[in-house]
T-cell receptor, first 113, second 112 residues
Framework: DAGVIQSPRHEVTEMGQEVTLRCKPISGHDYLFWYRQTMMRGLELLIYFNNNVPIDDSGMPEDRFSAKMPNASFSTLKIQPSEPRDSAVYFC???????????FGDGTRLSIL | KQEVTQIPAALSVPEGENLVLNCSFTDSAIYNLQWFRQDPGKGLTSLLLIQSSQREQTSGRLNASLDKSSGRSTLYIAASQPGDSATYLCAVVSSGNTPLVFGKGTRLSVIA
C-alpha cells in the first residue's frame, strides 16, 4: 500500500518567493495533518483537516501561510511570501481517526535563502 | 496546554545493552500515546501505540509502558543494535481524532 506521499522532497528558494508543498494522504483516511519540524521547537502542528474541512489552524504562524484540501486525496500548504525563518522540515500525516496511528510522509525539507 | 518532555535528549550506549527512554506529559487526560522512530533526513515511523486503557505494548525487542495517572511512558529496547541508532519521539493525543503533541525526542547512538 502506498503511504503518505509528499512533494517536493527538497525545496530551496529565495526569500519572497511563493512556496507550495503538496501531500497525498493514504486512501480512506479522513484526517490530514500538517506539522513543521525545527531544531528549536521540534514538531508542531500547523493545521489539520477532517473530510477536507479545516478543523484547527491555530498553529499556522501568520497570514503568509495557507492550506487547502480540495479533495480527499490532495492537500497543499502554501507560503507567500517566504522568509528565511520558514526554513524547516514540513510533514504531512493522515489517519482514519478513532485513535488509529497517524502515518507520516517523508517530509519536505525547505530552505529559504 | 499539553507538554511532552523526553529525557535524556541524547544517549550513547554500547551494542547489546538494554536501555530505557523516558517520556512525560503534563495532562494525564490522554487518549493514546505513540512512539516513533526518525532516522536522519527521513520521516517518522510509528513503533508502538498504547491506548489510554492499556499498560504496555510490545513489538519484537521493543516494549512501551504507560502510567497515565503519573503522566509517564517508557520505551524499553532490549539487546540494542547499531541499527537502532535514530531519534525516538514520544507523542500524545487528547482525543481520538486530535493532533499529536510531540516531545523533542531522544537521539540514540548504539556503538558497535
Amino acid at each position: 500500500d502506498a503511504g503518505v506521499i509528499q512533494s517536493p522532497r527538497h525545496e530551496v528558494t529565495e526569500m519572497g518567493q511563493e512556496v507550495t508543498l503538496r501531500c497525498k494522504p493514504i486512501s480512506g483516511h479522513d484526517y490530514l495533518f500538517w506539522y513543521r519540524q525545527t531544531m528549536m521547537r521540534g514538531l508542531e502542528l500547523l493545521i489539520y483537516f477532517n473530510n477536507n474541512v479545516p478543523i484547527d489552524d491555530s498553529g499556522m504562524p501568520e497570514d503568509r501561510f495557507s492550506a487547502k484540501m480540495p479533495n480527499a486525496s490532495f492537500s497543499t500548504l502554501k507560503i507567500q511570501p517566504s522568509e528565511p525563518r520558514d526554513s524547516a522540515v514540513y510533514f504531512c500525516a493522515s489517519t482514519s481517526g478513532g485513535g488509529q496511528p497517524q502515518h507520516f510522509g517523508d517530509g519536505t525539507r525547505l530552505s529559504i535563502l | 496546554k499539553q507538554e511532552v518532555t523526553q529525557i535524556p535528549a541524547a544517549l550513547s550506549v554500547p551494542e547489546g545493552e538494554n536501555l530505557v527512554l523516558n517520556c512525560s506529559f503534563t495532562d494525564s487526560a490522554i487518549y493514546n500515546l505513540q512512539w516513533f522512530r526518525q532516522d536522519p533526513g527521513k520521516g517518522l515511523t510509528s513503533l508502538l501505540l498504547i491506548q489510554s486503557s492499556q499498560r504496555e505494548q510490545t513489538s519484537g525487542r521493543l516494549n512501551a509502558s504507560l502510567d497515565k495517572s503519573s503522566g509517564r511512558s517508557t520505551l524499553y529496547i532490549a539487546a540494542s543494535q547499531p541499527g537502532d541508532s535514530a531519534t525516538y519521539l514520544c507523542a500524545v493525543v487528547s482525543s481520538g481524532n486530535t493532533p499529536l503533541v510531540f516531545g523533542k525526542g531522544t537521539r540514540l547512538s548504539v556503538i558497535a
